[in-house]
């Protein structure tokens, strides 16, 4: 995405094939991103040569054009769901300490020890010593559940508590929230004592016995009814072990119970008959839905982990064979659901099995659910991609627990059925758009469609002149199987079930709708786009207005070569409209999304429909297409020679463009590449590469294209941000760097390596723009390249590139060897092999890249690792000259041995302050290493004498060694500046 933003942002011209919804959405980020920048009459590019060779080259992407702007509008976004309060885990020490405060508000008669009663709370404030206290209780029946609450009024403090049976054994509890409650399973009828500890400042205490209470609330089978549970509200009360409802006894043994609570701060949790735990709301959640086990008749108890006081309302219902629900039959297509009924659930009946569709209406809130079997097992959900297949029966519809407020309807399709449907013809560009109404939430209007089986169809959603309705479209098979979602402006289906087919329009509660429906390989009713040639063209005028965001151009059968060429300019230049081209049976061909041009492959014997489409702007735009088969006419290129004489062209207007074709042998290997080192700012050129096929192989991204496996290639080039006025002239470079005999033999005569790589040094020109030769290698080898500062006529450099014989597949790096460029602005290069590459012969090569022409060189390698030999010491015996001035620039000669053009020079004073960063640069090294020219500025240096230090030797101060020159060089004053009289000229001091 950064290479692509680049690409539209800079040069203006970008995109790749994909599914209109998908490369909608790159262009509606594209629009977030880039906003609307531009200038007045062509697209905007950065000077050419920007690095960005990361990149890999995109099978759909083009060149140049405006900056990108909209998107196609994507359909409206569902309303939200209601916001969730935050669900934060409680500290326990709080919890328990504001239990401990509340419990003292509301403190029963102080005791601490005796009988309990049940479901009461009690408190001992005023204990002797921290205990245990004991206290007794006695139960009624055999088997049962005792709960227990404890809490330490220290508020900080945990108070703990042991049972023991009447015959004096220890009852085993279990503390599953790892809270003050337990939970105490017992086996005998009896009294039982419960000791207590705590802090010496207290606690509280109660109990309850969950399966023999007689203080249960009941809920009849009424409340628990799916089509209208009952909300129960009350307070568990501070220290207590909670509230407890009995439910009512139609819900049995593998009955699907729906549980919601709606503070997540109470817990609940449902018991069996004999007190066994069966399901929860644990982790905080609100919900649950759960199929019974264990015994009837079951218990929900409501409780606070803590002992702290807590507000709640819950509501129960049996999910599985639920009550009270609507019953919801097939409806024909066009049916406007009823609206009244609150019930969150309805019954579906099913007369004939096969896919159906269906869903609640939009209310006020956000309605979500799904749907059940009868016996409250998950049975399917719909996608925008398949509908539900159904068996004959009955099935629930359940919104989902905390989702049970307002009306709604339901709407429900057999997606095979035709009941409603009436025809549309497939010729939607000629005949005009399938227009109609609707009348209510909820509905469906159905169309039947006249395309065959195999073939794709455009749906192009274009809104009345009074707003009307946003459309969405759905195409079923005669069997009911979808084949498509259509959800944007503009989207393409392919029809791959079995005929005949309808398409199902789905828009907002009322409004008038206007669909065009048009097979993909039909031009009837499309204006015809001619072809042109390469060079000038102005291209052919289409608008787009408000209302009409889609025109349509024939290319018809016999008017269209087997590969083209796309690429647009705007009025407003503004990337806000694409290009896009699909076959008959809907596949896509090519599109221009994500900037103005593509490439092209087509099929002689076929027709096309092209589609400008746009984003929801008005504009005037001119469009051309020019064919890059083997029938083009383009001429060959000056050389194939690496190095050779480069091709010029000049561009003089935004739609301009040049090609160059030629035939080679699928085995050779060719770098490609152009460059426009004197554009003006902004502006540039982009380069494509296509095989003898039209299909496109590369497109430049920095750095050179490299391609392989063609018995020919046709080069395009386009002017990218042409502003109207100043020309842009573009050099390009064909080398055929390798054959199937091996390297280039113009490169395999001059040979180097990673530890042989003496100075060289020349004159690049466009008539010999590059230098090549072949590199030994070993695996994980490394050598530094320094080339001489100021031997270009401009701030920018040549570029060094290190390849392998492999990886001639477009202008991604080469994984096994490069060079990698270490400072902006300057020619200093780190080149390397990979430790899995081969041992080998690779290929180096010098072009002139951004710098302007004629460009002299000198340059020399380093080897860095692992070399058998070091780079010796260098050393410098004289400098001359031996002083100049604060705040100059002075060539200066340093004579010794060893030296080269990355040497690192430095300034050294007495007191160890060095020269600055970079403020000494080679120039020029004779071959034998014996003399070498710095540049050396004295800005940011005090006057004074200074030692010369060469690549930091170690050394002892004031004592001459190897790369240590005490004294080398002084820094005199600065000269004065000139004096300039009052309104005169400067005067010579």
Known sequence: ??????????????????????????????????????????????????????????????????????????????????????????????????????????????????????????????????????????????????????????????AYTTLAGPDGSAVTCTNPQSSGEALCPTNKAGAYTLDVSSSSDGFSISYRSLVSSATCATVPASAAALGAPKLFEATVAAGSTGDCYRLPTNIVTGSVLRVHMTSYEARGTVFDASGKRVC??????????????????????????????????????????????????????????????????????????GPHSFGPTEASSWISGRLYRLNGTAACT?????????????????????????????????????AGCTDVRDDGFASGPATGSFTGAGQRLCRTLPTATGKGLYFYDNLPSDGGADVSTTVYDAKGVQQCEATYDLDVCKLTGTAPFRAVFNGPATGGYRVTVHRTGSTAGCTTWNSATFGPSPGSRVNLTAATQVRCLALAVGKHSTAEMIDYTNASQRVNASVQIYDDAGNPVCSTVGG??????????????????????????????????????????????????????????????????????????????????????????????????????????????RVTGSTGYLVYVLASGYDGSTPIAAHIDTWRVATAAGWAPECTTKRIGAENFPVRGGTLTEDAAGYCAVADMKPGQRFDLYGADNSVASSTNPNAELMSPTSFTGTGLDP???????????????????????????????????????????MQGVCDFPCATPPKQADATSVTPATSPAKTITKVTLRGKNLTLG???????????????????????????????????????????????????????????????????????????????????????
């Open 382 to 418: 719909p996608t925008l991609l398949k509908p539900c297949d159904l068996a004959v029966g009955s099935y629930t519809w359940a919104r989902d627990a905390n989702n049970t407020t307002d009306a709604y309807g339901f709407w429900f399709y057999a997606t095979s059925q035709s």
């Open 280 to 353: 929860s709301t644990d982790n905080s959640s609100q919900d649950f839905d759960c199929k019974l086990t264990g015994t009837a008749p079951y218990t929900v108890l409501i409780s606070q982990d803590y002992g702290r006081s807590v507000a709640y309302g819950f509501t129960v219902a049996r999910l599985s064979y639920g009550a009270g629900c609507p019953v919801v039959d097939v409806q024909p297509y066009g049916t406007v659901p009823g609206a009244a009924s609150t019930a969150p659930c309805r019954t579906l009946r099913v007369t004939t099995a």
């Open 596 to 705: 103005t041009t593509t490439s092209c492959v087509l099929q002689a014997a076929s027709a096309y429909p092209a589609l400008l489409i746009g984003a929801g702007y008005a504009d005037s735009y001119r469009l051309v297409r020019r064919d890059i088969s083997q029938t083009a006419k383009c001429p060959a290129p000056k050389s194939l020679t690496v190095g050779g004489a480069s091709t010029g062209y000049t561009f003089t207007s935004a739609l301009d463009s040049t090609c160059v074709q030629f035939k080679t042998a699928a085995t050779d290997k060719l770098v490609i590449s152009k460059r426009t080192p004197e554009a003006a700012y902004r502006t540039g050129a982009v380069l494509v590469v296509v095989d003898a096929d039209g299909k496109r192989v590369c497109r430049q991204w920095g750095y050179a294209c």
């Open 816 to 858: 096994l060897a490069r060079c990698d460029g270490r400072n902006i602005g300057d020619f200093d290069f780190s080149c390397w092999t990979s430790a899995d590459a081969p041992k080998g012969e690779y290929l180096f090569l010098l072009s002139a890249y951004t710098a302007a022409t004629p460009l002299k060189y000198q």
């Open 903 to 989: 040497t690192a020079v430095v300034l050294r004073a007495d007191g160890g302050s060095t020269s600055p960063d970079r403020s000494i640069k080679a120039t020029a090294v004779n071959a034998a290493g014996t003399a070498l020219v710095v540049q050396l500025s004295t800005f940011g240096i005090e006057p004074g004498t200074y030692d010369l230090v060469l690549d930091s030797p170690g050394y002892t101060w004031g004592v001459r060694s190897p790369g240590y020159l005490p004294g080398a060089y002084k820094v005199t004053a600065a000269p004065p500046p000139p004096r300039t009289p009052p309104g005169g000229h400067s005067l010579a001091n």
């Open 1 to 158: 995405m950064l290479q692509l933003f680049k690409d539209v942002r800079c040069r203006g011209r970008g995109g790749h094939q994909g599914v209109v919804a998908l490369v909608a959405l790159i262009i509606a980020v594209l629009a977030t991103l880039v906003g609307p920048a531009g200038v007045a009459t062509a697209a905007i590019a950065p000077k050419d040569g920007g690095q960005a060779a990361a990149a890999p080259s995109a099978p759909a992407a083009g060149p140049a054009g405006p900056t990108a702007e909209g998107a196609p509008k994507a359909p409206p976004a569902p309303k939200a769901p209601p916001a969730q309060p935050e669900r934060k885990q409680p500290d326990p020490k709080a919890a328990r300490a504001e239990a401990a405060r509340e419990i003292a508000r509301t403190a029963a008669a102080d005791t601490c020890s005796g009988a309990l009663a049940p479901d009461t709370v009690h408190t001992c404030t005023k204990p002797e010593g921290t205990g245990p206290f004991r206290f007794t209780f006695s139960l009624t029946a055999a088997t049962d559940l005792v709960l227990v609450q404890a809490v330490d009024l220290n508020g900080g403090g945990s």
